[in-house]
């Protein structure tokens, strides 16, 4: 047989199946997956695992690019306006559902401009405390806090810190008052420095400072312990009925073809799977949670329901 022919007969298949065809052609250069919030945080750092190990099943580069700023609305924005050709991707979580009720006005609608491609992970908080604090467990400091004011550090209103501290107000009948900070170095500091009393901080950024004793962990946020700090609580176990976690996945701009949006579902999907990506996820106190399109789109659209109530019972507003 003839080249000619040959060739004719390996590509007859993809030419009378449009979308296969789209599908081998896709990605055909780099992608971008929009972060907006800072780099170093737990966020920015699931994106560089997932991209680096989505880069190699789809066998191009992927570029993390961080637009910070507006509790998540600048690089929600930018990429609600990006090309909807699946080459760029956002990663977010809580502030998809839950910003458009903290701010009067917003540059995208979640809903309508988004197409749910698959969910990453969940991200527990730990309850941390200074070290001067004359407490060791959440009993003694509930019974603390009813007896003089204290406060709770967040990185802003609206954000998953925020809403574990709201939440832990609720359950526990405190009135723990709300101290936002614009980063999480700050909000440290003075923790640390015994400025604020408690703080709802993701494991990844509280590691290292319980660790070496510059604060005090009482409890992780989730309904199983984290395998970081196996010897802490959950606050269930602690005699507090609250589970509250942050949690992270990728979406695409609205109109991306359908058989794009599968491709990107798999190999997100799989890079979650990993056995050397999970793991790195879990020592960083980051819990894989893969979940496909439709189970994501489902999922945000509850938890739009929920952080919304908490919210308007809360009347937390945006700075």
């Given at each position: 047989m003839s080249l000619l022919p040959r060739r004719a007969l390996l590509t007859a298949p993809a030419l009378a199946h449009p979308a296969l065809a789209r599908a081998q052609g896709f990605p055909d250069r780099g992608l971008r997956v929009i972060v907006p919030f800072?780099?170093?945080?737990?966020?920015d750092f699931l994106g560089r695992i997932v991209g680096e190990r989505m880069a190699r099943g789809l066998g191009q580069p992927v570029v993390i690019d961080n637009r910070t700023g507006a509790g998540g609305n600048i690089g929600t924005a930018a990429a609600a306006q990006a090309d909807r050709?699946?080459?760029t991707l956002l990663l977010n979580g809580v502030p998809i559902a839950v910003n458009r009720f903290l701010f009067a006005a917003l540059p995208f609608d979640a809903e309508r401009d988004?197409?749910?491609?698959?969910m990453l992970a969940v991200v527990p908080n730990i309850m941390v405390v200074p070290t001067a604090l004359p407490v060791d467990s959440v009993a003694e400091f509930v019974a603390l806090a009813r007896a003089r004011p204290m406060n709770f550090a967040s990185i802003g209103n609206g954000t998953s810190l925020h809403l574990a501290g709201a939440q832990f107000n609720t359950a526990t009948g405190l009135d723990l008052t709300h101290v936002p900070y614009r980063e999480t170095g700050a909000a440290n500091t003075d923790l640390m420095a015994g400025r604020v009393h408690v703080m709802f901080q993701t494991i990844s950024a509280a590691a290292e400072l319980v660790r070496g004793g510059r604060m005090r962990a009482l409890a992780v946020t989730s309904d199983e312990r984290a395998s970081a700090f196996a010897e802490v609580p959950t606050l269930r176990e602690a005699g507090v009925d609250l589970v509250s976690v942050g949690w992270f996945g990728l979406l695409l701009p609205r109109g991306a073809a359908a058989d794009r949006v599968e491709r990107l579902?798999?190999?997100?999907?799989?890079?979650?799977?990993?056995?050397?990506?999970?793991?790195?996820?879990?020592?960083?106190?980051i819990l894989p949670r893969p979940m496909a399109s439709a189970a994501?789109?489902?999922?945000?659209?509850?938890?739009?329901?929920?952080?919304?109530?908490?919210?308007r019972a809360a009347g937390i507003r945006a700075e």
């Open positions: 800072p780099p170093g945080g737990a966020a050709d699946g080459h988004f197409t749910p491609v698959a579902e798999k190999e997100a999907t799989a890079a979650v799977r990993d056995e050397v990506v999970a793991a790195r996820m879990v020592a960083s106190g994501f789109g489902a999922f945000i659209k509850a938890e739009t329901r929920r952080l919304g109530g908490l919210v």
